[in-house]
Nanobody, 117 residues
Framework: QVQLVESGGGLVQAGGSLRLSCAASGSTFSSNAMSWSRQAPGKQRELVASITTGGNTNYGDSVKGRFTISRDNAKNTLYLQMNNLKPEDTAVYYC???????????WGQGIQVTVSS
């Protein structure tokens, strides 16, 4: 079965950077679109960024210009480089794999990112 394991979260001061990683197994990584989602306390889950099998990317408005999603198909790993972090980026971040046939969205266990002001 698909397993997604996030790493790289933690506590950082506002203006700092973190790099999240997601190690994927159980499916052909290169054949699936991937994304990062997040959920802050008391808020709805939101899409942060996505990347297609061809490397096309899309970002939520709140992170454009600060976050970069990338993938290394040789390592079956997804990344999220987060720069100029803000307190409002504090959330649990989830790695997603989007399978297309049949359609299904897989979730990692999540990792905490806390940005102090």
């Amino acid at each position: 079965q698909v397993q997604l394991v996030e790493s790289g979260g933690g506590l950082v001061q506002a203006g700092g950077s973190l790099r999240l990683s997601c190690a994927a197994s159980g499916s052909t990584f290169s054949s699936n679109a991937m994304s990062w989602s997040r959920q802050a306390p008391g808020k709805q889950r939101e899409l942060v960024a996505s990347i297609t099998t061809g490397g096309n990317t899309n970002y939520g408005d709140s992170v454009k210009g600060r976050f970069t999603i990338s993938r290394d198909n040789a390592k079956n790993t997804l990344y999220l480089q987060m720069n100029n972090l803000k307190p409002e980026d504090t959330a649990v971040y989830y790695c997603n794999m989007i399978a297309s046939s049949p359609w299904r969205k897989y979730w990692g266990q999540g990792i905490q990112v806390t940005v102090s002001s």
